[in-house]
Nanobody, 126 residues
Framework: QVQLVESGGGLVQTVGPLRLSCAAS????????MGWFRQAPGKEREFVAA????????YYADSAEGRFTISRDNAKNTVYLQMNKLNPEDTAVYYC???????????????????WGQGTQVTVSS
């Protein structure tokens, strides 16, 4: 079982940038596909980005494409989300998650993920 702890959130002005980190412990993240999700007040938790085990493939929600970059350092057991061109609609709690799945389509869905962090708040002011 893997434990995930997000960090790097905070209050940022429009445009940003901001980088979130997800530090894992208990097991190597190299055995998992990794993803980032977010949940704004009163809304469902939504997919933001995902990355394959070796980092060779990454996937983004339309809202994140071209602005956010997911990456991983398996040696450091850490996943990152670099966020640029932030706007107030990006305000949410951001969650890191780990999945056993090998499906490039299933990992776009929250149901694919087996382990979740506690989340880090990102607030973007205009």
């Amino acid at each position: 079982q893997v434990q995930l702890v997000e960090s790097g959130g905070g209050l940022v002005q429009t445009v940003g940038p901001l980088r979130l980190s997800c530090a894992a412990s208990g097991r190597s993240i190299s055995t998992y596909a990794m993803g980032w999700f977010r949940q704004a007040p009163g809304k469902e938790r939504e997919f933001v980005a995902a990355i394959s085990r070796n980092g060779g493939s990454s996937y983004y929600a339309d809202s994140a494409e071209g602005r956010f970059t997911i990456s991983r350092d398996n040696a450091k057991n850490t996943v990152y989300l670099q966020m640029n061109k932030l706007n107030p609609e990006d305000t949410a709690v951001y969650y890191c998650a780990a999945s056993h799945s090998y499906s490039s389509t299933y990992i776009l869905q929250r149901e694919a993920y087996d382990y979740w962090g506690q989340g880090t708040q990102v607030t973007v002011s205009s």
